[in-house]
């Protein structure tokens, strides 16, 4: 298909600024308004191709909510107010948190750590800009205490696997790998907190996750905040606990570009290296599922693996944490998808083998583009040209296809028939995403 290039890189811009509220950017409009951490990373990879202000200022904002220990909470929600939005600033209760600021208000989990390697992407391009020069001073510090939050707080077999406690954190929410865990999880419904959901009201309900998991959200969300959302207590109680490999891989890859821009700032970078040396070999000797050819999850709680193929898997070719060996198995999941009866374009959320894959519900089978970006960057990583090319170009057409939307269907023939994605529409990172590939830069 034919990709107007010019349009699309327009159209991409103009979500970004429409999303753009006075200094922040919002996922998308009605779905997501406030700030989302992981999001504004992409975000602001986008900007750093036509608005540097805005690439800084999107980072700014976001560490205004950045906590006294260090975290980075998963949604900002600037202006303070409760909206319609759930679970809203009141529900969280991080205003009588001692370690988070007010303002502005924030929830009080944390989301993959992404900055690290968006701020050296922002310093590679623009190394001669001396506002840029002077915000990687000021953003630095702040990345390392985050990335030290994640070392302290979130590692206690001091293996440098750091924990999830919440699907929220991994990014994938509605992911099948939580489903055994949660499923773990039993509660008195009469003493859960109440509360009232208005995703599945802005969205299609049959996209959204059910109530069984959402009451176990909130479960989670409630163990979090009775322990103020640190300390040792949660890993002890926790029944959800896990060495997710998406945010070990993101970790690892910021810490590298910390590496990296500490060497050109002249910062000592000692205990970033020994970090990362730790993280990266726990990461190969544990993670690794050989029977399944990929990176797995692994649940600290049941002390096991959580052995099911699914996007992230492929994710750690991004930091360059496979040997060439186990990157050839990963490519092998790539290639074998597109020799199946029916074609997918690009890497689904989840297995499409297995008998959870659903292509259309929230992150349990559709394609979200922010998570091929960093499979078609691992693929560079690895030297896989075509296949990188081919991740880019599937990216492009979906997206000028089907529109700027939260995800889409992988399976090429129904895509053929569609008009539009799932979920939000105008969706920031996948705006974010196009324009960083359609801009013809190397790193
Ligand atoms: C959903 C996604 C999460 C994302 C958020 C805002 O909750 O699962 O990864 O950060 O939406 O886009």
Do not use: C
Not at 37 to 49: A, E, H, M, P, Y
Not at 113 to 135: I, S
Not at 190 to 218: C, G, H, M, Q, W
């Amino acid at each position: 298909m034919k990709i107007h290039r010019e349009k699309l890189l327009q159209d991409a811009k103009d979500i970004l600024y429409f999303n753009w509220k006075d200094g922040f950017t919002v996922p998308s409009e009605r779905l997501y308004p406030f700030q989302w951490n992981w999001d504004s990373g992409f975000v602001s990879l986008g900007f750093i191709n036509f608005n540097v202000d805005y690439a800084m200022q999107e980072l700014r904002s976001l560490f205004s909510g950045q906590w006294k220990n260090g975290m980075v909470p998963h949604i900002i929600f600037h202006g303070g107010q409760d909206t319609g939005y759930f679970p809203n600033p009141s529900f969280w209760g991080t205003d009588k948190i001692e370690n988070a600021p007010n303002p502005p208000k924030t929830s009080g989990i944390t989301q993959p750590p992404v900055h690290g390697f968006v701020l050296e992407a922002l310093y590679t391009r623009h190394q001669e800009n001396k506002k840029v020069h002077d915000f990687v001073e000021e953003l630095f510090p702040k990345i390392v205490s985050l990335h030290t939050f994640f070392y302290e707080h979130r590692n206690p077999l001091k293996d440098g696997l750091v924990y999830i406690y919440h699907p929220w954190e991994s990014g994938r929410d509605n992911s099948p790998l939580w489903d055994d865990i949660l499923k773990q999880i039993h509660i008195d419904k009469d003493k859960l907190r109440p509360y009232k959901r208005v995703d599945n009201t802005l969205a299609d309900p049959s996209e959204r996750p059910t109530t069984f998991d959402y009451d176990r959200y909130i479960y989670l969300l409630e163990l979090g905040r009775k322990h103020e959302y640190a300390g040792p207590k949660i890993a002890e109680e926790s029944p959800f606990l896990v060495q997710d490999v998406l945010i070990n891989t993101v970790l690892i890859k910021s810490n590298e570009s910390l590496i990296n821009l500490g060497k050109e700032f002249g910062y000592d970078t000692h205990e970033i290296k020994d970090w990362n040396d730790l993280s990266t070999q726990s990461f190969n000797d544990k993670l690794w599922n050989e029977a399944l050819g990929t990176y797995t999850s692994y649940d600290l709680r049941n002390d096991k693996q959580i052995a099911l193929k699914e996007v992230a898997g492929l994710a750690p070719l991004f930091a360059n944490i496979p040997d060439k060996k186990r990157a050839n198995i990963l490519l092998s999941h790539l290639t074998s998808i597109t020799s199946k009866k029916e074609d997918y374009l690009l890497y689904p959320s989840f297995d499409i083998d297995h008998e959870l894959f659903d292509p259309k519900k929230y992150w349990r089978g559709p394609v979200w583009p922010q998570m091929n970006w960093l499979l078609y960057k691992g693929l560079q990583n690895y030297g896989f040209s075509n296949w990188a090319e081919r991740v880019k170009s599937d990216i492009l057409e979906l997206v000028f296809r089907l529109g700027f939307y939260e995800y889409f269907d992988p399976r090429r023939k129904v895509i053929e028939q569609l008009e539009r994605g799932y979920g939000g529409s105008k969706f920031s990172w996948t705006a974010a995403v196009v324009i960083d590939l359609l801009s013809e830069h190397k790193t």
